[in-house]
């Protein structure tokens, strides 16, 4: 079955840049999304179709995808930004897969 | 506002069925898929299937296929995940959430519904 592949931890100091990747071999060619759930919350949508942002995610969130890789990127990370995070997309079958989700921890 | 508003906390048997619900408001409810997304205790979001309200189209992952049914009633704008026999396993915290396509993404959620399975 087709997987998403996200490192499970990253930690960053307040203000710096926090990278989260997800690898799936169908990226080339489907979009990924980005969810943030924080503890006992829904998870909200933060990028979708690769790097588009959904009005009121703040700028410093923003998205990239190359190849078989898709990146959340968090320009000047804060402390509310931590959060789990979890890439989705799917598959040439159209299989919806989420990512296994990476924990940011920013202190 | 697009709300999605889920059904209450459910603790039951192994073996009893249950059916929960999520309503749908602030938009045009038969013009979006509703998928289902399960989060078990501790651990990451799992994608169960999907739902047309509009014509009740409905598309399950593989590994949901046969063990929930998801339907939908437009006329009270209400969407349903179910069990016929429940197992300890599906404990978890299940939400809905809207997508304007059934491969696009899940643009808003519901507080999601805590099912609770022990004897």
């Known amino acids: 079955s087709y997987e998403l592949t996200q490192p499970p931890s990253v930690s960053v100091s307040p203000g710096q840049t926090a990278r989260i990747t997800c690898s799936g071999d169908?990226?080339?060619?489907?979009?990924a999304y980005w969810y943030q759930q924080k503890s006992g919350q829904a998870p909200v949508l933060v990028i979708y179709e690769d790097s588009k942002r959904p009005s009121g995610i703040p700028e410093r969130f923003s998205g990239s995808s190359s190849g078989t890789m898709a990146t959340l990127t968090i320009s000047g990370a804060q402390v509310e930004d931590e959060a789990d995070y979890y890439c989705y997309s799917t598959d040439s079958s159209g299989n919806h897969v989420f990512g296994g989700g990476t924990k940011l921890t920013v202190l | 506002e697009v709300q999605l508003v889920q059904s209450g906390a459910e603790v039951k048997k192994p073996g009893e069925s249950l059916k929960i619900s999520c309503k749908g408001s602030g938009y045009s409810f038969t013009s979006y898929w509703i998928g289902w997304v399960r989060q078990m205790p501790g651990k990451g979001l799992e994608w169960m299937g999907i739902i047309y309200p509009g014509d009740s189209d409905t598309r399950y992952s593989p590994s949901f296929q046969g063990q929930v049914t998801i339907s939908a009633d437009k006329s009270i704008s209400t969407a349903y995940l179910q069990w016929s026999s429940l197992k300890a396993s599906d404990t978890a915290m299940y939400y809905c959430?809207?997508?304007?396509?059934?491969?696009?993404?899940?643009?808003?959620w519901g507080q999601g519904t805590l099912v609770t399975v022990s004897s």
């Open positions: 959430a809207r997508s304007i396509a059934a491969a696009a993404s899940l643009d808003y």
């Open positions: 169908a990226l080339p060619k489907k979009y």
